[in-house]
Nanobody
Framework: QVQLVESGGGLVQPGGSLRLSCAAS????????MAWYRQAPGKERELVAS????????KLLDSVKGRFTISRDNDKDTLYLQMNSLKPEDTAVYYC????????WGHGTQVTVSS
């Protein structure tokens, strides 16, 4: 069955960096555009970044442009989100999923930006 497992979150100070990973299984990963989403406490889930199956960036949230980079390794069936210059407002649970077609959501990975 389809499985998405996010990892790499943690507690980081403002200005710090984290690299999130999403290990995918149960489907042909390279055939699907993928995306990172996040949900902050008390807020709706929002799209952070999306990427085509071949690795071209589709969308990037305005507030993360210049700071976050989405990428993928189709040989490893893994999606990445490199996050630099982190701000407190980036604090959220981060999830990966399909971009044009979503599957069941994983547990996500918590990112907390605080001094």
């Amino acid at each position: 069955q389809v499985q998405l497992v996010e990892s790499g979150g943690g507690l980081v100070q403002p200005g710090g960096s984290l690299r999130l990973s999403c290990a995918a299984s149960g489907f042909t990963f390279s055939n699907y555009a993928m995306a990172w989403y996040r949900q902050a406490p008390g807020k709706e889930r929002e799209l952070v970044a999306s990427i085509t199956g071949s690795g071209h960036v589709i969308k990037l949230l305005d507030s993360v442009k210049g700071r976050f980079t989405i990428s993928r390794d189709n040989d490893k069936d893994t999606l990445y989100l490199q996050m630099n210059s982190l701000k407190p407002e980036d604090t959220a649970v981060y999830y990966c999923n399909g971009y044009y077609s979503e599957t069941s959501w994983g547990h996500g990975t918590q990112v907390t930006v605080s001094s």
